[in-house]
């Protein structure tokens, strides 16, 4: 075969330094230094210079960690927990995949049910106090409008 005639190669994936992540995601060189140092990220490789290079997965998985962080108020340690158990999702999956023994999928099914109930009530919990928030703030927005309301009974008497 000649080399036009077969199939071309898979370019390797593009590996961005920090300051190209950081740009990328808008956190800062400092969080995702930090977030590796707390273990919620690894970068996909090292240069000759030991510069940390991230490649696309590494950009999902920060922006993931910034949405839970941000978007949904988790706490790093929660993060950590969720990223745990999705990574724990991947394995019994792969495992599931590999065996036909009743007993080991049993097994491994049931250790994914455990996950899954805690990422659920970590998830109510969640939930919970933000309907609480949600009544108090309700709560502050009934009285602002019966004071208003108090006022324009008060101005309609005046006149």
Known sequence: MSPATTPSETPPA???RINEVAAETGLTTRTIRYYEEVGLLEPAARSDGDYRLYDASDLDRLQF???LRDDAGFSLSQIRQLLEDE???ERN???LRHTTDPAERRQYLG???ARVLRQVALLDAKAARLAVM???AN??????RGHLA???DASGEAR
């Open 14 to 16: 593009r590996l961005l």
């Open 65 to 67: 960690i910034r949405s």
């Open 87 to 89: 990574a724990a999702r």
């Open 93 to 95: 999956r792969e495992r």
């Open 111 to 113: 250790e994914a049910e």
């Open 134 to 136: 949600i009544d108090e």
């Open 139 to 144: 709560a502050r927005l009934a009285r602002i």
């Open 150 to 152: 108090d006022l324009e």
